[in-house]
């Protein structure tokens, strides 16, 4: 492989995405170089050799791959996750039902709406009190920093 | 290969025999396709099955809009890709030929005329002992080329490659088979 011509040519050929010039160049060289003839014989021999080693059928002729067995198997296990996917909503459904008349119920019961506002007025204090304290400590690092 | 989008239309909505009908127009392809990567039939029929289980449950994702072939195949190129099997390597051989004096026309010809079967049978019996030695992926990029017919460009993006990494790889793969056909020859 010292004549120089590049190989890269001659696969270009094979590709058939040679360009014209260089065709003209590969024709006139292979003419006078053994050693790219040589290169370029098995190169057409390989492609062709590949083409067809990939194309042949003789591998299938008793192909049976059970399709209609396969699909059925396919359908079954859909159905299985799309009655689990069924199943899953309905208990989730049920629960959030049982949540909201839980809510509901408690309306009922005596001194709930004192014991609501309660605990709105607590946690209206307590965020408050964690506001300024978190403002206090803030203006501490501040001033630490300056 | 053409598929009908009403076909695929029915498939979305789990049409059984739907999937029956696509399923069966591509078995000869995927199987083929399945078998030239692993080179045996039991594996290529394990693929095969695998890919089918996956184009069923994701067929929902599909758009019907787009062309189902290239879908398909990707699905079946990543599926031989991750398939999982010992597999040996072997090593280059790098020696020279023969001399001979013909011209363009008739080393180009050469290939072509080659009517001999033993011979024929002899190359394909070499290509597939050293189809089984190359990497998985040069492999891969051997069967989309020659099988499938798809340029340097389509097997990148088939592969979601750098077209150079491609042309590499179809490269290298074919200089092993070509020294390993060229040492046959001598």
């Known amino acids: 492989m010292n004549c120089g011509f590049d190989r890269e040519i001659i696969q270009r050929y094979a590709d058939n995405t040679i360009d014209p010039l260089e065709f003209i160049f590969l024709k006139e060289h292979i003419n006078y170089c053994g050693e790219c003839r040589k290169e370029l014989d098995m190169v057409m021999t390989l492609e062709n050799e590949l083409y067809k080693f990939f194309d042949d059928d003789s591998k299938i002729i008793n192909l049976d791959m059970n399709i209609t067995r396969l699909v059925d198997d396919c359908m079954y296990e859909l159905n299985k996750r799309e009655k689990l996917k069924y199943t899953l909503n309905r208990s989730i459904e049920f629960g959030r039902k049982v949540a909201d008349n839980s809510l509901k119920f408690a309306e009922y019961i005596p001194g709930s709406k004192f014991i609501s506002k309660g605990a709105k007025r607590a946690a209206s204090l307590t965020g408050n009190l964690m506001k300024s304290l978190v403002k206090k400590e803030v203006e501490k690092l501040l001033t630490n920093l300056w | ?186």
């Open chain 2, 1 to 186: 290969m053409n598929v009908e989008a009403s076909i695929i239309v029915r498939c979305k909505k789990y049409d059984k025999s739907a999937f029956t009908e696509l399923f069966k127009m591509y078995e000869r392809y995927l199987y083929k396709l399945c078998y030239n990567y692993v080179q045996n039939e039991q594996d290529a029929l394990d693929i095969a099955q695998e890919v089918y289980i996956k184009v069923f449950n994701n067929i929902s994702s599909f758009d019907v809009k787009m062309p189902f072939h290239p879908w398909f195949r990707t699905i079946a190129v990543n599926t031989c890709l991750n398939f999982k099997r010992a597999l040996r390597y072997d090593s280059v051989s790098l020696n020279a030929g023969y001399e001979d004096d013909r011209t363009f026309e008739e080393v180009v010809a050469a290939p072509w005329d080659v009517e001999s079967e033993v011979l024929d049978k002899e190359l394909g019996h070499i290509i597939r002992e050293n189809l089984e030695c190359l990497r998985p992926k040069h492999r891969m990029v051997l069967i989309l080329r020659y099988y499938e017919g798809l340029s340097y460009e389509e097997i990148a993006a088939v592969l979601k490659e750098p077209l150079g990494t491609v042309k590499t790889d179809i490269y290298r793969a074919r200089n092993i088979l070509k020294e390993k056909l060229r040492n046959a020859m001598k």
